[in-house]
């Protein structure tokens, strides 16, 4: 099966623009997660997404949003960028066959955005 | 709230060495406990977890770790280090059930000298 993959893999963005991250899951992985890596604050969850719908959220501005599509892939989105927000953002998927059973979560290579 | 906490942030050990990367956690509930590497440029591999049963975990690349409730670690180890070892690692734990959400220590960055 072929890994997770994410797009682009570097992107360079200027304060104040936006930005949209893509994510495609494992084939038959139904859940995404997000996370934030910095020098600074190291590896930060983001959210996660199952079905189509929002299931958990970390401690991160609304400025950062994502959705996921009816095949699981998944977008991320910031929104006015700011200069802390340049980090290695990695997507993680799992299968979880159902509620209340924590899975392995498989990364993807990450997007690098740095933010001028 | 659940922390990890990894005990240096550097490591370096020669090759052939025992390698020993330490990992503690907090937790009020029964975790699930991982550890990921990460090669330059790359994302995060998973070598191993422990989620219920034995408390010594195999993983990849003949790395292993044990669960210890008592001392509530889980420290990764390898008998003899290679130089593709070099690497940074990183312990993770998730608590909440069935939430897909991990929280990580600051990772060990582990050099191995010729």
């Known amino acids: 099966k072929a890994g997770v993959t994410q797009t682009p893999r570097y992107l360079i963005k200027t304060r104040g623009q936006q930005v949209t991250l893509s994510c495609s899951p494992i084939?038959?992985?139904?859940?995404v997660s997000w996370y934030q890596q910095t020098p600074g604050q190291g590896l930060q969850f983001l959210f996660e997404?199952?079905?189509?719908?929002?299931?958990n959220k970390g401690n991160f501005p609304g400025r950062f949003s994502g959705r996921q599509f009816s095949n699981s892939r998944s977008e991320m989105n910031v929104s006015t960028l700011e200069l802390g927000d340049s980090a290695l953002y990695l997507c993680?998927?799992?299968?979880?066959?159902?509620?209340?059973?924590?899975?392995?979560?498989?990364f993807g290579p990450g997007t690098r955005l740095t933010v001028l | 709230a659940q922390s990890v906490t990894q005990l240096g942030s550097h490591v370096s050990v020669s090759e052939g060495a025992l390698v020993l990367l330490r990992c503690n956690y907090s937790?009020?509930?029964?975790?699930?406990l991982f550890w990921y590497v990460q090669y330059p440029n790359q994302g995060l591999q998973l070598l191993l977890k422990?989620?219920?049963?034995?408390?010594l975990v195999k993983g990849i690349n003949g790395f292993e770790a044990e669960f210890k409730k008592s001392e509530t670690s889980f420290h990764l180890t390898k008998p003899s280090a290679h130089m593709s070892d070099a690497a940074e690692y990183f312990c993770?734990?998730?608590?909440?059930?069935?939430?897909?959400?991990?929280?990580f220590g600051q990772g060990t960055r582990l050099t191995i000298n010729p």
């Open positions: 422990y989620t219920t049963g034995a408390t």
């Open positions: 997404y199952f079905s189509e719908t929002q299931r």
């Open positions: 993680a998927s799992s299968y979880t066959p159902g509620q209340g059973f924590t899975d392995t979560q498989y």
């Open positions: 993770a734990v998730s608590i909440i059930q069935g939430a897909q959400k991990l929280v």
């Open positions: 937790s009020s509930v029964p975790p699930y």
């Open positions: 084939s038959g992985h139904r859940s």
